[in-house]
């Protein structure tokens, strides 16, 4: 158990609606990242929250926002949702180690299918 | 950009023989490596990384992987393969230059072990 928590597992809704991913951070870690597996692009990251504030974003298309609460949970919206959108979601959490690098730990995913 | 490439999609060995994945990576300065197992239906679980200082690294499960400056790798390797070793791995490597340290991930190699 990373100390992630992804709600919901599973996903199933139909093209043009809208959803929101949620993701619990491990006690302590100020960093939200959220990244896309799909099955043709592979992971890939779409954007990090650092205590509340947006730091980088990947391929995130524009239909996608996220945010990152006080209590820094964070939610990742999709909306105008498109077949191609059918992907397994991850966010992860990071802590800087020791070594000086950071380690990210990830959830289990919400599994999004768009029918 | 940086960019990581793992040349074999799908590898099969027997139980108890070596495993060798290949990782090559592209990026300018000193990366931040790692080496991620994702089992059917799971999350992403870190094996190992490589932030700086000795470039051979141990991980969790008996994996080891080395970095090499020269040809820009960063193989994985265990000297005896379990059945429950089967699962996909990804090599990721993060820009340590950066205030944010997203991951950019290969492609993955599908691990299948015959017992």
């Known amino acids: 158990d990373s100390g992630v928590t992804q709600t919901p597992k599973h996903l199933i809704t139909a093209t043009g609606q809208r959803v929101t991913l949620r993701c619990s951070p491990r006690?302590?870690?100020?960093?939200v990242y959220w990244y896309q597996q799909s099955l043709d692009q592979g992971l890939q990251f779409l954007i990090h929250?650092?205590?509340?504030?947006?730091?980088a974003k990947g391929n995130i298309l524009e239909r996608f926002s996220a945010q990152q609460f006080p209590d820094l949970h964070s939610e990742l919206n999709l909306s105008s949702l498109e077949l191609g959108d059918s992907a397994l979601y991850f966010c992860?959490?990071?802590?800087?180690?020791?070594?000086?690098?950071?380690?990210?730990?990830f959830g289990q995913g919400t599994r999004l299918t768009v029918v | 950009a940086q960019s990581v490439t793992q040349p074999d999609i799908h590898i099969t060995v027997s139980e108890g023989a070596s495993l060798e994945l290949r990782c090559n990576y592209s990026y300018g300065a000193t990366p931040y490596l790692f080496w991620y197992v994702q089992s059917p239906g799971q999350g992403l679980q870190l094996l190992l990384k490589?932030?700086?200082?000795?470039?051979l690294v141990q991980g969790i499960k008996g994996f080891e992987a080395e970095f090499k400056r020269s040809q820009s790798s960063f193989n994985l390797r265990k000297p005896s393969v379990h059945w429950s070793d089967a699962a996909e791995y990804f090599c990721a490597v993060a820009d340590s230059g950066a205030g944010s340290y997203q991951l950019t991930f290969g492609k993955g190699t599908k691990l299948s072990v015959i017992p």
């Open positions: 992860a959490s990071s802590v800087r180690s020791q070594a000086g690098g950071t380690e990210a730990f």
């Open positions: 490589y932030f700086s200082g000795d470039t």
């Open positions: 006690s302590g870690d100020l960093s």
């Open positions: 929250y650092y205590n509340g504030e947006e730091r």
